[in-house]
């Protein structure tokens, strides 16, 4: 993996191939485990911060959103909804990652629950979750980055992904670069937040790589934020 120059400042490379998405476990959407081809992309290195999303906002005449109290500039921007993600993203030259893009890159080559391994006990190196967090977000890239040198894809915020929810959407999944169903009521979320649990059977864990979330796209919450891909 490389970070991008340029345009793609900020990004890293994520080369074309196969991976396993999903999971044999877990919830009923997790499942099937399948293999997926995704052509290469890049995608951010850390969540949008509010130092990005308010230039967005002066450029464009849009209403700021409410950091809770909590501190704006490089913790992740809050209380934005996916239509918002997405005309931040098409205003930066990005787009929002599909679900695959996003669970590609954050498994970054593994196949076990976390990019780290099976066991949850070190996610408090890698992530802010309902029991380190203390109740809110913190600045991007404040824990180890995955192998392939993404912060925060567990924890911090849930971030909003291109794909409109599926159910069943893995069992009948295009295997080459899927982009999930032609309609819906939700959109996908992925990654979990600092208002996760662990502490419970760890196929219940949200900061799991195949973990799926989904809220209808005019939500704005607290922990729902994003970042962004490119081709």
């Known amino acids: 993996m490389h970070e991008g120059e340029g345009p793609y400042s900020g990004m890293v490379f994520i080369p074309a ?20 081809y995704l052509d290469a992309f ?6 949008v911060t509010f130092n990005q999303y308010d230039k967005f906002c002066e450029a464009t005449g849009r209403r700021k959103p409410d950091d809770n109290g909590w501190g704006r500039g490089n913790r992740p921007v809050i209380n934005v909804s996916w239509l918002d993600a997405s005309m931040f993203a098409k205003w ?14 954050a498994r970054a ?13 070190d996610l408090v190196d890698y992530a802010w979750f309902k029991s380190n967090a203390g109740g809110l977000t913190h600045p991007v890239g404040g824990k180890k980055p995955n192998i392939w040198g ?9 971030e909003w992904c291109s794909d409109w929810y599926g159910k ?11 982009k999930g169903p ?17 502490e419970r059977h760890p196929y219940e864990y949200a900061a799991r790589s195949a973990n799926r979330y ?18």
Request: contains cysteine; negative net charge; charged residues 25%.
């Open 182 to 198: 032609v309609s819906g009521i939700a959109r996908v979320l992925r990654g979990s937040s600092w208002m996760s649990w662990v």
């Open 214 to 231: 989904a809220d209808v796209p005019q939500t704005r919450q607290a922990d729902y934020g994003f970042r962004c891909a490119k081709e």
């Open 17 to 36: 191939g196969d991976f396993i998405m999903g999971a044999g476990y877990g919830d009923a959407d997790e499942r099937p485990a399948h293999r997926v």
């Open 150 to 158: 993404l912060y925060d894809m567990y924890g911090n915020v849930w």
């Open 42 to 47: 890049y995608i951010d290195k850390y969540e």
């Open 109 to 121: 080559g593994t196949t076990t629950e976390y990019f780290f391994g099976n066991g949850y006990q």
């Open 168 to 178: 069943e959407q893995y069992k009948n999944s295009l295997c080459e670069n899927p």
């Open 92 to 105: 930066a030259g990005k787009r929002l990652p599909t679900e695959a893009e996003w669970e590609k890159a």
